[in-house]
């Protein structure tokens, strides 16, 4: 069975920091792209980050890029976003997923296993 749990979501200022962790279990998750989802209301769910497994190749959405970092630790099966410079439109819930590819993928149905999702707040 395959687990995915997220941790660090928050209520920040616009301007601040947050790090968000996922911690992956079960599958072997280290071989396995891993992504950084958000839906904000009233949109559908999009990527904001994706690595793949061997953590050397990286994607982000243009609305992320520059500010948002994706990072994994394979050692400890954990996958991390580090959000800088959050605007009021980061606001959404954001899920960690393990995708059922090794390779870098954007695409939502590359993923089949998802955590419960943590809020992120960003106030103006």
């Known amino acids: 069975q395959v687990q995915v749990v997220e941790s660090g979501g928050g209520l920040v200022q616009a301007g601040t920091s947050l790090t968000l962790s996922c911690a992956a279990s079960?599958?072997?998750?280290?071989?396995?792209?891993m992504g950084w989802f958000r839906r904000a209301p009233g949109k559908e769910r999009e990527c904001v980050a994706s690595i793949n497994w061997r953590g050397d190749n990286l994607a982000y959405a243009d609305s992320v890029k520059g500010r948002f970092a994706i990072s994994r630790d394979n050692s400890k099966n954990r996958v991390y976003l580090q959000m800088n410079n959050l605007k009021p439109e980061d606001t959404a819930i954001y899920y960690c997923?393990?995708?059922?590819?090794?390779?870098?993928?954007?695409?939502?149905?590359?993923?089949?296993?998802w955590g419960q999702g943590t809020q992120v707040t960003v106030s103006p």
């Open positions: 997923a393990t995708a059922r590819v090794g390779y870098l993928s954007m695409k939502i149905y590359d993923y089949d296993y």
């Open positions: 079960g599958r072997t998750s280290s071989n396995s792209a």
